[in-house]
């Protein structure tokens, strides 16, 4: 077997350059290269002593913070494969993802031990809690007592690395396989779609739970040298703060976040002359956002368009050179990226068709889900799902998605996974959801739902209080549009154009 290394020792350049400077900022807490490097090996080590060998999934629910930088990359030291949960997981979703992926370990923060106390007792995992002392699990510090690993364990590039969660458009959340060639390759795409540098300041404020943060932002600047600040989704107030302590050159968002961020700095009128980069992403960023970014700051704001399955951008308007406002910009560095028909011809240049890709960043499969990942490739082409089409001068433009989701402030819904709830409820009768347009959310979903008989005029607040105990906060339906019965179409099937035209004159 060929030893693949490239992300296990992914932090080798900068500690060979300057190990004594500051690699990560989090909660007050400052670590060097060196110190990171150290405790990464020290984690690596307490996993050993827990019993974590190659293969094994380690699955954490934590903040942005430095425990989940260890854990992650401590996993990728010893051939464990990282499985982070998005840190609104209720209760029955961790349960769902450990017992999927048969997690060997959780790694949890204090604040969600009420969450997580089902998950241990039922479960055969062991626990390891950061902060607050919490029955029934180890002390993060247990994980530092069992010395150093710095020899890495011997993988292959296409061995699993990590499993990012997203939802499917069938409502169950799809665990994303990547290999460490992958994981790697995400990284150092990133890396040269920003041009990071060591001299480079970068905000996190993405989750690094999801690729966005993990794999665009924080490991690309660690891999170029950078000093990383790391915060957890920042209000626009807090990330002006760090940007003017710190020296921020680049700050990565989510475009709703963008649009919050643009008109604080337009009401506080300060001046970050630190900042030269940012990026708008998870929705297109329309162009009187961009208007306004430019007009503040004096540069453009970069747009981009990626997904878990890839794990980083497949197309970006240029760090440098032209950027065509509200387009997904050129094909990024090693991406092999096509407009297809239904019958995977290419399409010509303006007719739309579905974006195909081709990228060394690709996932290996979806966990334990052949159907899925067959779907997925066809000719070894991956299927986006997204609808677009280039332009004469090879940029990209967004036009729709074949799929139904709902895409709100960079974060996927799948209609049916909050349907099945609904429908579980005994005072629904029927329901669809459907995404409208919002002006900071992007989308937002609304739940259209035909009630059972005998229902009464407090039927919306029961139905509201039942979702929140069994879907995190985002997934949550933000407007009910109540009716007699659900239109359908002439096949029989729920006519869900038309309830999003209904929804969209009611609420958009």
């Known amino acids: 077997m060929a030893t693949y290394r490239s992300l296990q020792q992914l932090l080798s350049s900068a500690l060979e350059a300057s190990s004594g400077k500051v690699a990560l900022r989090s909660r007050e807490r400052e670590l060097s290269y060196a110190e990171l490097d150290h405790g990464i090996q020290m984690v690596a080590a307490g996993l050993h002593a827990l019993g974590i060998t190659k293969g094994d999934r380690v699955a954490w629910y934590l903040p942005n913070c430095v425990e989940a930088v260890f854990v992650t990359m401590a996993c990728y030291r010893i051939g464990a494969i990282a499985v982070p949960l998005n840190y609104r997981y209720v209760a029955e979703e961790v349960e769902d993802v450990v017992a999927r992926t048969q997690a060997r370990l959780l790694v949890y923060a204090g604040e969600k031990a009420d969450t997580v106390a089902p998950v241990i007792q039922a479960k055969d995992i062991v626990s390891v809690v950061v902060g607050d002392e919490a029955e029934r699990s180890r002390a993060f510090a247990s994980l530092l007592t069992a010395g150093t690993i710095a020899e890495p364990t011997p993988v292959a590039a296409d061995d699993p690395a990590l499993i990012l969660f997203t939802s499917g458009s069938t409502g169950h959340p799809k665990g994303v396989m990547h290999s460490h060639e992958g994981v790697y390759s995400a990284i150092d795409q990133s890396r040269k779609l920003f041009d990071f540098q060591a001299k480079d300041v970068v905000l996190v404020g993405k989750s690094i ?25 920042p209000t626009p107030a807090r990330a002006v703060e760090a940007i003017t302590k710190y020296g921020v050159t680049e700050y990565g968002l989510l475009a709703s976040d963008l649009l919050d961020f643009i008109e604080y700095l337009e009401q506080e009128q300060h001046r970050l002359p630190t900042l030269n980069n940012a990026i708008g992403s998870g929705d297109s960023v329309p162009a009187d956002l961009h ?62 068709g579905e974006i195909v890709l081709k990228m060394k960043s690709a996932t290996i499969g979806y966990w334990n889900d052949d159907n899925a990942t ?54 629904v009768h029927a329901s669809i959801v459907v995404g409208v347009r919002d002006p900071h959310d992007g989308q937002v979903p609304v739940a259209c739902v035909a009630l059972a008989e005998g229902a009464g005029a407090d039927s ?20 009910y549009l109540f009716l007699d019965a659900l239109p359908r179409t002439g096949t029989g099937k729920f006519d869900r154009h038309t309830l999003m035209e209904r929804a969209e004159r009611t609420f958009g």
């Not at 986006?384 to 996927?412: P, Q």
């Open 291 to 352: 208007h306004r970014f430019r007009d503040l700051l004096g540069w453009e704001v970069m747009e981009g368009a990626g997904m878990t399955e890839v794990g980083c951008y497949y197309s970006a308007n240029p760090r440098y050179g032209t950027r065509k406002w509200g387009s997904l910009g050129v094909p990024t560095p090693g991406t092999q990226l096509r407009i297809v028909n239904e019958d995977g011809t290419d399409c010509e240049a303006g007719q739309h």
């Open 374 to 427: 067959h779907a997925l490739f066809r000719d070894g082409w991956l299927h986006t799902g997204d609808l677009g089409y280039e332009d004469a001068e090879g940029y990209v433009w967004f036009v729709g998605r074949k799929k139904l989701m709902i895409i709100r402030r960079g974060s996927n819904i799948a209609p049916a996974e909050v349907e099945n709830v609904l429908d579980e409820h005994p005072l």
């Open 460 to 479: 919306e607040a029961a139905i509201r209080d039942f979702v929140r105990q069994h879907l995190a906060a985002y997934k949550n339906p933000v407007h």
């Open 209 to 233: 739970s999801h690729a966005g943060g993990l794999q665009t932002q924080m490991l690309p600047a660690l891999l170029a040298g950078s000093k990383v600040l790391l915060e957890m989704k």
